[in-house]
């Protein structure tokens, strides 16, 4: 019995073209019956967003016609979103666990979600927009997880201070799929089938069994360069660079002064022409080789193999896959695939083009020419027949809840659209107790709130589980944690009494607990931002029971008729025979004795003004020591002249005047010696000050050698 086969239509909008295939589907095989290219009229689509609708509309159109005209009516199309549409943002997650069991899987789930919430916002942020609806996510993976700012393989179950995630997400923009279908409709056509053009491209170049590999697709096409990372049996990252064959186009125009379109066709004649023969916009025309034009592109080459090998590795947690697969028509570059391999650190032969020669149970017409630049339109026809996405509709907490079947839907994904924030996944943490204890800060952290419950269909559930159409999420949300309480008791330990001795008599002593400087009890609550200080009142000062007394009062002296006010003398203290000051710290039977200063001498008051009672100079006269001293300054007390050693009594008047000065001549030294003239009877003498004469009444100073000789 002759089975019939199934004619489907598929479109690939892109950049710069728009491709219409017709297929035809029997017994799992495809048949390309039939394609047509046209480019666009205008500039109306830009990194995969259709920005005229009307200027596509007419591009598919014209195709749809076209081909209506050959194989009848065509009223259902498979399209694609492109990859260059789809946003990667990186969203980073930290939370305290220092009160907290063991993380468990679902804690790393959820820890994992408010990650992906916080790359959301961080992309709506980045585009200036509020509705956080704006975006699907279509996967995301884990960059890392950290305990306490060092990175490790994972949380489950760690305990410490804090736990970070930090995740790499993609989304993509509902104006992409909303503008699809608006340009569609126009056309008469409906959607048939959606897919995203790098898991079409997968979905017929890497087989099941080959996507537990580490592989990078690499879609070069005129104005960009789309990427998807396979890892682990799934797609784990998106990604796209704005560079692709259009640099060499252009560098071809800007050395040889090409119009573009020239520019273009030189380009795609590189493989099959040795020499190739152009015109230049002044009319001249050149021939040039296949070589020396390579070697013009090859800067613009390097940057784009450059850009995508460094846009392969940010997806790929920072390392290069296992291999490369490029497609499109960008690919075709000459020396491309080499730069990619060099940039990434891989042999040339893990970077390779993949053409409609790798798709297994594929065959084209005879009027269709092979290209890797068909592998993503047929992909998209393939893909989006076998493995279609879909919208589907949930209900959370009864509020109905659709979303676009990228990939395997979670709760996860759900609670994302249904706008259900990381504070709503746990109660609120009751409210923090911060207090300065002894002057420093510390705070007490609040209860934890309870994990909100999540049923799926009436079960529990994790926010990893699948969802499916028409399923029913209900959230029984966390109770909120109680604020953190405290009485002095949970701060600080009670001061012990200390028994110790003063002055004979055996004392005890017990500090005080302040309370913004009130003395309370040990059960006393404690508020927030209180000030708790343990004030152990041990210090001698705080010890006496009298206040301290000095041993002389303060009293006034004159120096020249200008009084000058005398610093009290403070009592001694002995510290278990030490001297200490007023400040030290009683500690248990310690031996403390007072001791008042005695009183203050002459002398001593004109020490502490600065006052110079006299001057003196040291010299040797005939090789003998002598201190010559001259009065400076006159001392009374009580109207009398007193000696320098008179202790000071209260109500004293002392007075300080100073002498008239003279200076020291070598007379005076007689005044201080014993000197005694020889026996023998002499006529003349010489005095001498270090080895030189001088007169008898020149002035001297301290450390001369003075010296009298007789002749």
Not at 223 to 250: K, L
Not at 412 to 422: I, Q
Not at 478 to 501: C, H, M, S
Request: aromatic letters at 4%; charged letters at 25%; glycine letters at 6%.
């Amino acid at each position: 019995m002759e089975i019939l086969a199934t004619k489907l239509f598929a479109l690939d909008i892109g950049t710069r073209t728009v491709v219409g295939i017709v297929l035809e589907e029997q017994n799992d095989s495809f048949h390309i019956v039939d394609l047509i290219s046209k480019e666009h009229k205008e500039r109306s689509m830009i990194d995969g967003q259709i920005h005229n609708i009307l200027s596509v509309a007419s591009i598919i159109q014209e195709i749809k016609e076209e081909l209506e005209h050959i194989h009848g009516p065509l009223h259902r199309v498979s399209v694609a979103a492109a990859g260059r549409s789809l946003k990667t943002a990186e969203g980073t997650v930290t939370v305290d666990i220092s009160d907290r069991t063991l993380m468990s899987n679902e804690d790393i789930n959820r820890l994992e979600l408010v990650a992906v919430q916080n790359a959301q916002e961080k992309l709506l942020s980045d585009h200036q927009s509020q509705e956080d609806d704006h975006y699907y996510c279509v996967g995301y993976s884990v960059l890392y997880y950290k305990l306490q700012d060092e990175k490790i393989g994972s949380l489950i179950d760690q305990k410490g201070k804090s736990a970070t995630v930090e995740v790499i997400a993609t989304f993509l923009p509902r104006v992409v799929v909303e503008s699809l279908l608006a340009a569609l409709k126009r056309a008469d056509l409906e959607m048939e089938a959606l897919t995203l053009e790098p898991i079409a491209a997968i979905h017929v170049l890497v087989p099941p069994s080959m996507r537990r590999l580490n592989i990078a697709l690499v879609d070069i096409g005129a104005g960009t360069s789309d990427i998807a990372i396979v890892r682990d049996n799934t797609v784990t990252a998106y990604g796209m660079v704005p560079v692709a064959g259009d640099e060499m186009t252009e560098a071809l125009s800007a050395h040889y002064l090409l119009d573009f379109p020239i520019a273009e066709q030189m380009k795609r004649q590189i493989h099959s022409q040795d020499i190739l023969t152009f015109q230049d916009i002044l009319g001249f025309e050149q021939e040039i080789s296949s070589e020396k034009v390579i070697d013009v592109i090859r800067p613009s080459v390097k940057h784009v193999a450059l850009s995508i090998a460094n846009e392969i590795k940010r997806l790929n947690l920072n390392s290069s896959p296992q291999a490369v697969m490029i497609v499109g028509g960008g690919g075709l570059t000459p020396t491309l695939t080499k730069e990619v391999s060099t940039q990434l650190d891989l042999p040339e032969n893990r970077v390779a083009i993949r053409s409609l020669d790798a798709l297994s149970g594929v065959t084209l017409s005879g009027q269709i020419e092979s290209s890797p630049a068909l592998v993503t339109p047929i992909g998209i026809a393939i893909a989006a027949q076998r493995a279609p996405i879909h919208y589907i509709t949930l209900t959370v907490n009864d509020q109905a809840i659709r979303l676009f079947e990228l990939k395997e839907l979670t709760v996860g994904d759900t609670l994302l659209a249904a706008r259900v924030t990381a504070r709503q996944l746990y109660g609120r943490p009751g409210l923090a107790l911060t207090v300065k204890v002894n002057g420093r800060w510390r705070t007490l952290p609040g209860e934890h709130g309870s994990s909100t419950t999540i049923l799926l269909n009436g079960t529990e559930a994790s926010t990893k589980d699948p969802v499916n159409d028409h399923d029913r999420i209900e959230l029984l949300f966390g109770k909120d944690g109680t604020d953190a309480t405290a009485t002095v008791r949970d701060l600080v330990d009670a001061p012990e009494p200390i028994r110790y001795q003063l002055d004979g008599v055996t004392q005890t002593v017990t500090g005080k607990i302040l309370l913004n400087g009130k003395t309370v009890t040990m059960d006393t609550e404690i508020a927030d931002r209180d000030e708790l200080t343990v004030n152990p009142a041990n210090r001698i000062k705080d010890v006496l029971t009298s206040p301290i007394r000095s041993g002389t009062d303060s009293f006034t002296v004159t120096w020249n008729g200008t009084p000058h006010r005398l610093k009290k003398r403070e009592t001694l203290y002995i510290a278990n025979g030490q001297e200490v000051s007023a400040d030290y710290q009683i500690h248990a039977n310690d031996i403390i004795e007072t001791r008042q200063p005695s009183s203050l001498s002459l002398k001593e008051i004109a020490r502490d003004l600065d006052i110079v009672l006299e001057e003196r100079a040291d010299v040797t006269f005939n090789d003998e020591p002598v201190t010559i001293k001259k009065p400076r300054t006159a001392v009374y007390v009580n109207g009398q002249q007193a000696s320098l050693d008179y202790q000071v009594q209260a109500n004293d008047q002392v007075e300080f005047k100073s002498l008239p000065t003279s200076p020291i001549l070598f007379s005076d030294v007689f005044s201080f010696t014993d000197f005694s003239l020889p026996s023998q009877s002499t006529t003349a003498y010489q005095l001498m000050r270090n080895g030189e004469s001088i007169g008898f009444n020149e002035l001297i100073f301290g450390g001369d050698q003075l010296r009298i000789l007789f002749v």
